[in-house]
Nanobody
Framework: VQLQASGGGLVQPGGSLRLSCAAS????????MGWYRQAPGKERKLVAR???????DYAAPVKGRFTISRDDARNTVTLQMNSLKPEDTAVYYC???????????????WGQGTLVTVSS
């Protein structure tokens, strides 16, 4: 199983970016999908996650600005980021809780990370 993230880049404060992440490989089921971020010199933290039922959960700093969604037919999770601030600058990682086969246990998988830089 692999998670492939895309969509990072440089944006000015107040701008928008859209991150996407696709899971591929042998997948029986996907539970929670989400995005984390890690700023330079800081620990990785949850940004947003969405349950298998489509219920989102956001970290306080991004509430009202970011929107997470998932497409179970395509095994993708998307993070729409609006009103970006310099403090949103970080490497963003997608994450998914996946069961490869029905007789396997659930495992956490991570994407490779995509850099988001918010600067004028």
């Amino acid at each position: 199983v692999q998670l492939q993230a895309s969509g990072g880049g440089l944006v000015q404060p107040g701008g928008s970016l859209r991150l996407s992440c696709a899971a591929s490989g042998t997948i029986d089921n996907i539970d929670v999908m989400g995005w984390y971020r890690q700023a330079p010199g800081k620990e990785r933290k949850l940004v947003a996650r969405v349950s298998s039922g489509g219920v989102p959960d956001y970290a306080a700093p991004v509430k009202g600005r970011f929107t997470i969604s998932r497409d179970d037919a395509r095994n993708t999770v998307t993070l729409q980021m609006n009103s970006l601030k310099p403090e949103d600058t970080a490497v963003y990682y997608c994450n998914a809780h996946i069961r490869r086969e029905r007789w396997y246990g659930w495992e956490d998988y991570w994407g490779q990370g995509t850099l988001v830089t918010v600067s004028s």
